[in-house]
């Protein structure tokens, strides 16, 4: 069972200081994360969720966010895909070939656009098994990395799952294992992954929250989150 409490803290700890976070569709997890950051800033951290009422200033969706990205103001923001490999390459679009896929998603939208610009984007995916984390993807939606021509202010921070945390090394172009989850062991999660990546000797354990942050937690959900995310703050009731 996924510790979403553990998960919002890691990656509250991950946004750190940022000025602005940003959130798109279907981000609970780390919607919830970036309210805690903000918590944790004293109210001065602004974050924008996509569909948002509360927490949105932009009257324009996507359009504004877009133009926000491009001129440097947002620090934070959050990608996933079907597919992640060892490069940190997302694929949005389908399995298999692309011009005959063997299944079709909904498409990239604007992640490879933002993951050109945006400083720090952490990418998230709650299911960690081989065929999620891949040595290759079928498709590239988004490049983890461009060549030292390309001007590329944006890129990827660290690879986030229900298992472990990477951290992503740029020189290298490769992912770095942080932390495991409690329960989880070095060899399981290289078992369950896909790619290689680089790990110390004894991979330190993920902190886990304690139980006044944990209420912390369940209360930003049901009295913040809940807005956007109604069903997802419903479950974490329970």
């Given at each position: 069972m996924t510790d979403a409490a553990l998960l919002i803290?890691?990656?509250?700890?991950?946004?750190?200081?940022a000025e602005h976070v940003a959130t798109g569709a279907l981000s609970p997890i780390p919607t919830a994360a970036a309210m805690l950051a903000r918590r944790r800033s004293g109210g001065r951290m602004r974050v924008t969720i996509l569909g948002s009422r509360?927490?949105?200033?932009?009257?324009?969706?996507?359009?504004?966010?877009?133009?926000?990205?491009?001129?440097?103001?947002?620090?934070?923001f959050f990608l996933s895909g079907a597919q992640i490999d060892g490069e940190a390459n997302i694929n949005l679009l389908g399995i298999g070939d692309h011009r005959r896929p063997k299944v079709r998603f909904a498409g990239s939208f604007g992640s490879p656009y933002l993951y050109m610009l945006v400083p720090r984007v952490i990418l998230f995916r709650l299911g960690h098994d081989r065929r999620a984390l891949v040595p290759k993807v079928d498709f590239?939606?988004?490049?983890?990395?461009?060549?030292?021509?390309?001007?590329?202010?944006?890129?990827?921070?660290?690879?986030?799952?229900?298992?472990?945390?990477?951290?992503?090394?740029?020189?290298?172009?490769?992912?770095?294992?942080?932390?495991?989850?409690?329960?989880?062991?070095?060899?399981?999660?290289?078992?369950?992954?896909?790619?290689?990546?680089?790990?110390?000797?004894?991979?330190?354990?993920?902190?886990?929250?304690d139980a006044a942050l944990r209420e912390e937690i369940r209360?930003?959900?049901?009295?913040?989150?809940?807005?956007?995310?109604?069903?997802?703050?419903?479950?974490?009731?329970i």
């Open positions: 803290s890691l990656i509250a700890d991950l946004i750190g200081d509360r927490n949105s200033r932009f009257t324009d969706g996507a359009k504004e966010l877009f133009d926000c990205a491009a001129q440097g103001r947002i620090d934070v590239v939606s988004a490049p983890g990395w461009s060549p030292p021509h390309v001007h590329r202010p944006g890129g990827p921070q660290a690879l986030v799952t229900g298992r472990c945390v990477f951290d992503w090394q740029r020189a290298a172009r490769r992912f770095a294992l942080r932390s495991l989850h409690p329960g989880e062991t070095a060899e399981g999660v290289r078992e369950a992954t896909g790619f290689d990546y680089d790990a110390p000797a004894a991979p330190p354990v993920s902190p886990v929250p209360d930003l959900v049901l009295d913040e989150v809940a807005e956007a995310y109604p069903r997802f703050a419903e479950e974490f009731r």
